[in-house]
């Protein structure tokens, strides 16, 4: 059964960081790209940043280009998201999700439960 368990929500004020986690199980990780999405309250579903299944190639939305970086571990499947610079339109809940393919496909067949991003003063 393929999970994705996220990790590192909290709550964070304007200009500070966080380090978001995501544990892979029951599928061959290194094939696959993986990404984050995220989503605030009464608005949907926006992708985040994606990585490919070699971490060879990094990709971010705009609106997080220059403060978060993605990167993840082979070895332990795991796959991380450094946010950096946060500011309060960063609130929101935060999956992890697995692409189709070892690439970017924009399409994707698992999520985790998310962690929730609260950024506040």
């Known amino acids: 059964q393929v999970q994705l368990v996220e990790s590192g929500g909290g709550l964070a004020q304007p200009g500070g960081s966080l380090r978001l986690s995501c544990a892979a199980s029951?599928?061959?990780?290194?094939?696959?790209?993986v990404s984050w999405a995220r989503q605030a309250p009464g608005k949907g579903l926006e992708w985040v940043s994606g990585?490919?299944?070699?971490?060879?190639?990094?990709y971010y939305a705009d609106s997080v280009k220059g403060r978060f970086t993605i990167s993840r571990d082979n070895a332990n499947h795991m796959v991380y998201l450094q946010m950096n610079s946060l500011k309060p339109e960063d609130t929101a809940l935060y999956y992890c999700?697995?692409?189709?393919?070892?690439?970017?496909?924009?399409?994707?067949?698992?999520w985790g439960q998310g962690t929730q991003v609260t950024v506040s003063s």
């Open positions: 990585i490919y299944s070699d971490g060879s190639v990094t």
């Open positions: 999700s697995k692409d189709l393919g070892q690439y970017r496909t924009g399409a994707f067949d698992y």
């Open positions: 029951g599928f061959t990780f290194s094939s696959y790209a």
